[in-house]
């Protein structure tokens, strides 16, 4: 817990921090479901800025997520809303270990003021189609503590992002924009971990976001990593006694 709070500090104080970043993807939704009729509702807060995380199970292999991110680190700003629906395989050997396929889109708006002008850095509307692969628990017992419960997920999403939009610039040493539009795949490997009571849980959640490394800087910059911290609230799980 310790070591996770230090590098969310250094994370979080890296975002402002050398290259001019063009997009901070939201974090990862990845929180798998126990059973049909499940809700997960989940504040958090992390180097992309505040996030709710929302999910409700149909039944016991189909489920839907969705992320509503707010993104302000320094001159950074932005908004990104993702949904997607996901299809649930159980392993039957483990109860607890679910396997996930998902597929959504997010989209959203971003820009980065530029000091003393009118003009931003950059502007733009964007939307990202993806798949998302997760292996994790979803408990139905605690643990030798009794009132603890621990789940834990890890997930692979691969991401293709389409951006629109403009980039400041200078034309006779007149401030002025030209058009910015990109498209650029990257992969999302994550871990998030989850403990605490039946209802009540502590959310911890790290990712990295990986772009091909000749074009890591090409068109659009993308912020390397993401880390966050938060509370989810889970109703309509059934806990075995």
């Known amino acids: 817990m310790i070591r996770f709070l230090v590098f969310f500090s250094l994370a979080y104080t890296l975002t402002g921090c050398g290259t001019?970043?063009?997009?901070?993807?939201?974090l990862v939704n990845n929180i798998p479901f126990a059973g049909k009729g499940e809700t997960h509702i989940s504040g958090n807060v992390g180097t992309s800025g505040p996030a709710l995380k929302l999910g409700y199970s149909f039944g016991d292999k189909l489920g839907l997520s969705a992320v509503f991110q707010k993104s302000a680190p320094l001159k950074y700003h932005g908004s990104e809303m993702e949904a997607?629906?996901?299809?649930?395989?159980?392993?039957t050997s483990i109860s607890s270990i679910k396997k996930i396929i998902s597929a959504g889109c997010g989209i959203g708006t971003n820009y980065e003021k530029t000091p003393y002008s009118e003009?931003?850095?950059?502007?733009?509307?964007?939307?990202?189609?993806?798949i998302m692969l997760t292996i994790g628990t979803a408990n139905k017992s605690k643990s030798m503590e009794k009132f603890?419960?621990?789940?834990?997920?890890?997930?692979?999403?691969a991401n293709y992002l389409i951006y629109n939009g403009f980039k400041g610039t200078t034309i006779n040493n007149i401030p002025s924009e030209k058009?910015?539009?990109t498209a650029v795949f990257f992969a999302e490997p994550g871990i998030n971990l989850f403990f605490g009571t039946q209802y009540l849980r502590i959310d911890l959640g790290l990712?990295?976001?990986?772009?091909?490394?000749?074009?890591?800087?090409?068109?659009?910059?993308i912020f390397p990593f993401e880390a966050n911290a938060g509370l989810l609230f889970i109703?309509?799980?059934k806990i075995n006694n």
């Open 179 to 181: 058009k910015f539009n």
């Open 20 to 26: 001019s970043y063009n997009y901070y993807a939201p």
């Open 235 to 237: 109703v309509g799980r």
């Open 148 to 157: 603890l419960f621990r789940d834990a997920a890890f997930s692979l999403k």
């Open 207 to 221: 990712g990295a976001l990986i772009k091909k490394k000749y074009d890591f800087e090409k068109n659009i910059a």
């Open 84 to 91: 997607a629906l996901g299809f649930c395989k159980h392993d």
């Open 119 to 130: 003009i931003r850095n950059f502007r733009g509307s964007y939307s990202k189609p993806f």
